[in-house]
T-cell receptor
């Protein structure tokens, strides 16, 4: 079964450092997303990406965050200067083209970010 | 009011029990509805989509009431392996595939 893959599975970083989380969405999917889940809290939407641009972002997704699709397969989330409160599990997700289950998101296994 | 709100848990039930989860959403323009399952520290996995007519998949039944803005999930004959957190998710109209999740309801099935 096709899957969304994420790397790294766990990253520990110092406050103020830049972090890049990587995702390989399912190959025929066109919509890409990042979500985060702080320990014990709900899954929160960060950003959606379609046709090489951000289609929507949440209040959480401030200037410290950016996303990129540098090639035909990878989708990255960059946090420029990490804060303690960025510690969370970050999930990448993708969904198919509109009209064929476009609203059904498949999630990756997540990247756990710990900021010290 | 929260965009998507679920029953607070946890639900502790014996094997074989029937358990029902409820979820309400605030945006009446919401278009698509889902139940996801999340095991501890793992990713959400789609359990089932929820349709207006209601739908069933084995021991799982999902219902949608648009007038009351309410979604439910019924699990019959619960198994130990059903222990997980159940997430209600709503797609807001005209916002691509973005899902808004509820906070989840934890289920623990005991022998």
């Amino acid at each position: 079964e096709p899957e969304v893959t994420q790397t790294p599975s766990h990253q520990v970083t110092q406050m103020g450092q830049e972090v890049i989380l990587r995702c390989v969405p399912i190959s025929n999917h066109l919509y890409f997303y990042w979500y985060r889940q702080i320990l014990g809290q709900k899954v929160e939407f960060l950003v959606s990406f379609y046709n090489n641009e951000i289609s929507e972002k949440s209040e959480i997704f401030d200037d410290q965050f950016s996303v990129e699709r540098p090639d035909g397969s990878n989708f990255t989330l960059k946090i420029r200067s990490t804060k303690l409160e960025d510690s969370a599990m970050y999930f990448c997700a993708s969904s198919p083209p509109r009209g064929s289950g476009a609203n059904v998101l498949t999630f990756g296994a997540g990247s756990r970010l710990t900021v010290l | 009011r929260k965009e998507v709100e679920q029953d607070p848990g946890p639900f502790n039930v014996p094997e074989g029990a029937t358990v029902a989860f409820n979820c309400t959403y605030s945006n009446s323009a919401s278009q698509s509805f889902f139940w996801y399952r999340q095991d501890c520290r793992k990713e959400p996995k789609l359990l089932m989509s929820v349709y207006s007519s209601g739908n069933e998949d084995g021991r799982f039944t999902a219902q949608l009431n648009r007038a009351s803005q309410y979604i439910s999930l019924l699990i019959r004959d619960s198994k130990l392996s059903d222990s997980a957190t159940y997430l209600c998710a709503v797609n807001i109209y005209n916002q691509g595939g973005k899902l808004i999740f509820g906070q989840g309801t934890e289920l623990s099935v005991k022998p």
